[in-house]
């Protein structure tokens, strides 16, 4: 049983994790008040980008991904990769067309 | 049988092996809603104007409620494994049924949204829906399809957690054999992160 | 000491909690999951064989020769499904990754056994739901495999069960690549590094990548054509402002991506028999491995190539027909290497490598069709023709159905601890290999000719094309129907084989017993070597000891 397999996962105190909340809960009062200011096509990059630095305090924090191996981090960028490239492809579509 | 050399590793357990396989089932959760947001992107993208005007039926308050609750039952989720991690059973089990509480929360704000669009017509199908311009009928489309999906995975969370809970109670789920609340952990922590996205995407661009 | 003994027992006898049936569908052991799945997927590949008899027959003349346009379409979609979703695509990973990828690495298991045999069990659910589609009233699908919008959403024909059955069947696959992902990072025997690896582990391991990332975005879009059925959602219908051609570019993100599932596999059993008949180290170990990866990271990135002529912008064509020609260089590297490889060897012809030969054959020809079906002009000239049928025809069974029949072949002994007849296989290996050809190599012509695909009737004009290839079907067809009926009366009353090694290979599975222990290895071997690893002087040995 005592094999060091299941014994690196370190875990963090009550205090960090409720610390992150108030961080979320913050980006997530920003994120409402910015929403009523029209900055043009910024508006919904400013969105992204927002709810992509609370995805990343939830994926590094919540989700432990900040004490796993790297090799966990090369997947989850394997997995990002493949995301946003089909996005990217797809628009090589959709920026240069107008159908219907 | 346990005992002889070689039945020992059969029982071996190995709890990056756990997470690398849960991480591998999220990233096939995160594509499934990556279809979804790839279509919202190329509709949006078509009919700007449509999606604002559509948008404007939405409840930015339910809405930004709804990702506090949500935001709340991760924290939770993740309180509750700091505690069986610290051996305290009661207060995990607390924790996570503090998290049930929320996502519960969660569903009835829900059905009181969905509530009200099905009172005022709009739903898929109806004929006032269908009266409107094609951008809004796909506003609304991905809409219902994208927060039902999402709905469905916060039930679909529910029940896991409740399983949790009969695990922890059992001690099936212990201070140093915690990978299935860590994995149920995982599973919460993605549907909150789906919500991160869908909230400004849906609520935000009036 | 008795548990010991109970252990090292051949797994075919190998008692566990259940016995009988049970102890086979209830067993988490990845190899009895293996035959599951190969006897499974041999009963839908028979199934799909036959419907694509049938298809033949009714083309050997112009107007019906034996069924109604109706019941054609039926077939070719019952066709497609089939072997798309229930053999090539589960196909070689799931029969012959389960059983050998954990033996290869020298691990007693995969690294989930229980998920294993879930997804069997959604491969078994999957199948009925499709078998379902044919039988409940209303009719079987009609759309074709690749069910598009909006045919699918006005059909009144039982679309959604066998879309249900795609979905599930995804599910099935996504959970044999986490499977075989987290197995390969976590059991490697001790010493094994990543570039000891046997090269068939890197293609089941780059192809499991492609199973998890791409599979849930078909699944999502089959469910919606599903909503949209009932729901009238509107997401691709254009008739409530959906986009059609947005359909088609999610359906391909999975289901090009899907087409190296089927074949990379394929090729890393090729890699696997090559050596062991030529005796000879593989040449380029190195290149082949990363051609494997550079094969599934570029494969995910040249989808709309199947919809050069569906409408998308002009800037999306030239980049995706860019795209598709730099996708055949890893392929091309691999076939550069087998055939280096058998370069000076001293070449052993067995039924494995005439399968493997074959395929290298077979693999060129719809390979390097399909480059040019990557040109823009002449895509557009060959679009929905039969050319793209007897392309994918020879990729998907000239190559990945060769390969998997190479496979069969080459560790039909190690599983079964039987050995089949090689002069009859021998002999059906010719009759598969000239009726494999006869029957699609008049394709490529009448396609070039423009005879067009899926299509029920024909111009006079084609007829002898078509009769050629209906020939073809029929020394085909019964070939392949002697094969399973041979490998299966030798799995029965096949001559016994206990030699470890019996072809004289290098890797694990022919170190340890014919058949395989229970959990494969008494003790996890360490690994020091390179897989193929030919000395020269000891090859005379290794060739005695094989015969």
Redesign the interface.
């Known amino acids: 049983?005592n094999?060091n397999?299941?014994?690196?996962?370190k875990?963090?105190?009550?205090g960090v994790?409720?610390l992150?909340?108030f961080a979320?809960?913050a980006l997530?009062g920003i994120?409402?008040a910015v929403?009523g200011i029209n900055f043009g096509a910024l508006?919904?990059a400013t969105?992204?980008v927002?709810?992509s630095v609370?995805?990343y305090l939830?994926?590094t924090?919540?989700?432990?991904l900040r004490s796993?191996?790297m090799?966990?981090k090369i997947?989850?960028l394997?997995?990002l990769f493949?995301?946003i490239?089909?996005?990217i492809?797809?628009?090589?579509?959709?920026?240069?067309?107008?159908?219907? | 049988m346990s005992s002889s050399e070689h039945t020992i590793s059969h029982v071996h357990r190995d709890d990056v092996a756990s997470r690398m396989g849960m991480w591998l089932f999220l990233f096939t959760e995160l594509l499934l809603f990556g279809g979804m947001f790839i279509l919202y992107s190329v509709y949006r993208y078509n009919n700007p104007e449509a999606f604002h005007l559509a948008a404007k039926e939405l409840n930015t308050i339910i809405g930004t409620f709804n990702t506090m609750i949500l935001l709340t039952s991760s924290l939770t989720m993740a309180l509750s494994i700091t505690a069986i991690q610290r051996n305290n059973k009661s207060l995990s089990i607390f924790f996570q049924m503090m998290t049930v509480i929320l996502a519960l929360g969660f569903m009835v704000n829900k059905y009181f949204e969905w509530g009200a669009k099905f009172h005022h017509g709009i739903y898929p199908g109806s004929d006032q829906l269908l009266s409107k311009p094609a951008g809004e009928i796909l506003f609304f489309g991905l809409y219902y399809v994208m927060t039902g999906l999402h709905g469905l995975h916060v039930l679909i969370g529910i029940c896991l957690i409740l399983l949790m809970i009969y695990y922890t109670a059992k001690e099936v789920i212990t201070q140093d054999n915690y990978m299935k609340l860590e994995s149920a952990g995982l599973y919460w922590h993605l549907v909150d992160i789906i919500w991160i996205f869908l909230f400004p995407l849906f609520y935000l661009i009036t | 000491m008795n548990s010991q003994n109970k252990n090292e027992v051949s797994y075919l006898e190998f008692q566990g909690k259940h016995k009988g049936l049970l102890g086979w569908l209830m067993s988490t052991d990845h190899k009895r999951i293996g035959i599951l799945y190969l006897i499974s997927l041999m009963i839908f590949l028979t199934v799909g064989i036959i419907f694509g008899l049938l298809m033949r027959l009714e083309m050997l003349t112009p107007g019906k020769t034996i069924m109604d346009p109706q019941t054609y379409n039926a077939i070719f979609t019952l066709h497609g499904v089939i072997m798309i979703f229930l053999f090539v695509v589960p196909g070689l990973p799931a029969v012959f990754g389960n059983f050998f990828l954990p033996i290869l690495i020298g691990a007693k298991d995969v690294a989930f056994p229980k998920w294993n045999l879930t997804s069997w069990y959604l491969y078994v659910i999957g199948g009925l739901f499709a078998i379902v589609s044919i039988l409940l009233p209303g009719g079987p699908s009609d759309t074709g495999w690749t069910f598009y919008i909006p045919y699918s959403v006005r059909t009144g024909t039982n679309v959604t069960f066998a879309l249900f059955a795609a979905f599930i069947l995804g599910f099935s696959s996504i959970l044999t690549g986490l499977n075989f992902i987290t197995t390969v990072h976590r059991l490697r025997a001790p010493g094994m590094t990543w570039f000891k690896m046997p090269l068939s582990i890197w293609s089941f391991y780059s192809t499991a990548w492609i199973q998890v990332l791409a599979t849930p975005i078909i699944g999502i879009t089959l469910l919606l054509v599903a909503i949209e059925r009932y729901f009238k959602v509107g997401l691709f219908d254009p008739a409530l402002g959906g986009d059609p051609v947005l359909y088609q570019h999610l359906f391909w993100i999975y289901s090009h991506p899907a087409v190296y599932i089927m074949i990379l596999p394929a090729m890393g059993v090729v890699s696997e028999i090559i050596p062991v008949f030529a005796r000879r180290t593989i040449f380029g170990y190195h290149f082949i491995a990363m051609s494997s990866v550079a094969i599934a990271l570029f494969g995910s990135l040249v989808w709309a190539h199947h919809m050069f002529t569906a409408g998308i912008s002009d800037t999306s064509q030239f980049i995706f027909s860019l795209l598709t020609m730099i996708v055949a260089i890893p392929s091309a590297i691999k076939v550069f290497n087998w055939v280096a490889t058998l370069y000076k060897g001293s070449i052993d012809v067995q039924v494995p490598l005439l399968y493997v030969l074959a395929f290298i054959f077979q693999f060129t020809i719809g390979g390097l069709t399909g480059v040019m079906q990557g040109v823009l002009s002449i895509d557009i000239h060959v679009h929905d023709t039969s050319f793209i049928v007897a392309h994918f025809h020879y990729v998907m069974f000239g190559g990945t159905g060769f390969g998997f029949f190479a496979a069969l072949h080459y560790w039909f002994p190690k599983m079964f601890g039987r050995m089949y007849n090689k002069k009859l296989a021998v002999r059906t290996f010719w009759g598969v290999f000239t009726g494999f050809n006869v029957l699609y190599f008049p394709m490529f012509i009448m396609g070039w000719l423009g005879m067009p695909r899926r299509y029920y009737d024909y111009l006079l004009e084609y007829q002898v094309y078509h009769v050629i290839s209906t020939i073809g079907s029929w020394i085909l067809v019964p070939s392949l129907l002697l094969m399973f009926g041979y490998l299966l009366y030798y799995v029965l009353k096949g001559a016994k084989v206990t030699e470890k090694n019996v072809w004289g290979g290098e890797t694990l599975e022919w170190q340890i017993d014919t058949p395989p222990i229970h959990e494969n290895f008494i003790n996890i071997p360490t690994v020091n070597e390179k897989p193929y690893e030919y000395k020269s002087n000891d090859l005379e040995t290794q060739f005695s000891e094989a015969r």
């Open positions: 049983m094999d397999t299941h014994i690196d996962h875990s963090h105190g009550y994790y409720v992150i909340w979320l809960m997530t994120t409402v929403a508006t919904i969105a992204l927002i709810a609370k995805t939830v994926l924090v919540f989700m432990h796993e191996t090799v966990f997947f989850i394997v997995a493949f995301l490239i089909s996005f492809l797809l628009f090589t579509d959709y920026s240069f067309i107008v159908r219907n």
